[in-house]
């Protein structure tokens, strides 16, 4: 079946311009989470999401940033007044979201972010 | 101090070696772990769990060290196809905190 898909793949901004990163997780699973991973680092947890509501924003450095999963199935990650340093790999991950034990949380290739 | 610590590598093994690495977590009241296969320019995709008793996926070989809050990761008879970047990861409860990565790079 298909998988996490994210768009655009590569997206080139200027400093200060607003971008959106758009996350579909996989059909069915009611959990997603973006994190990023900048060049030679694991990537960090930013936000996770249990259906349509944010569950966990604390990852979020700033306020330039939010996110969205309004029908509780595609995400967007806005960034808001964008930096150099936000230049990163930004990768968004969806699971089942069942209670109890861990669901394996598969993601997606990623969104690269190149801030000029 | 940053949740999980690695040594970043690189190892630089021949074909057929054992290659063997750890990781460190800080957080003792972490449940669950994990370690992850990254390809270069590619996204984290997971390789095994690691449990309490020790556990092996073919050739590879993952333990748990409670007490000293370390996991580690053995690949005996390493392939080509091994080169990647090993990210050792905890969870806590949906939270992901992975380590740096190690790099290994198996030559033919």
């Known amino acids: 079946g298909a998988g996490v898909s994210q768009t655009p793949s590569n997206k080139v901004t200027e400093k200060g311009k607003y971008v959106e990163l758009r996350c579909d997780p996989i059909s069915g699973h009611t959990a997603l989470y973006w994190y990023r991973q900048s060049l030679g680092q694991g990537p960090e947890f930013l936000i996770y999401?249990?259906?349509?509501?944010?569950?966990?924003d604390s990852g979020l450095p700033n306020d330039r940033f939010f996110a969205v999963r309004p029908e509780g199935s595609v995400s967007t990650l806005k960034i808001q007044r964008t930096e150099r340093g936000d230049s990163a790999v930004y990768l968004c991950?969806?699971?089942?979201?069942?209670?109890?034990?861990?669901?394996?949380?598969?993601f997606g290739p990623g969104t690269r972010l190149t801030v000029l | 101090r940053k949740e999980v610590e690695q040594d970043p590598g690189p190892f630089n093994v021949p074909e057929g070696a054992t290659v063997a690495f750890n990781c460190t977590y800080s957080?003792?009241?972490?449940?669950?772990f994990f370690w992850y296969r990254q390809d270069c320019r590619k996204e984290p995709k997971l390789l095994m769990s690691?449990?309490?008793s020790g556990n092996e996926d073919g050739r590879f070989t993952a333990q748990l060290n409670r007490a000293s809050q370390y996991i580690s990761l053995l690949i005996r008879d390493s392939k080509l196809s091994d080169s990647a970047t090993y990210l050792c990861?905890?969870?806590?409860?949906?939270?992901?905190?992975f380590g740096a990565g190690t790099t290994v790079t198996v030559r033919a």
């Open positions: 999401f249990q259906g349509t509501g944010a569950a966990d």
């Open positions: 991950a969806s699971s089942p979201g069942l209670a109890g034990g861990y669901n394996e949380q598969f």
């Open positions: 957080n003792s009241a972490s449940q669950s």
């Open positions: 690691v449990y309490s």
């Open positions: 990861v905890v969870n806590d409860d949906y939270k992901l905190s």
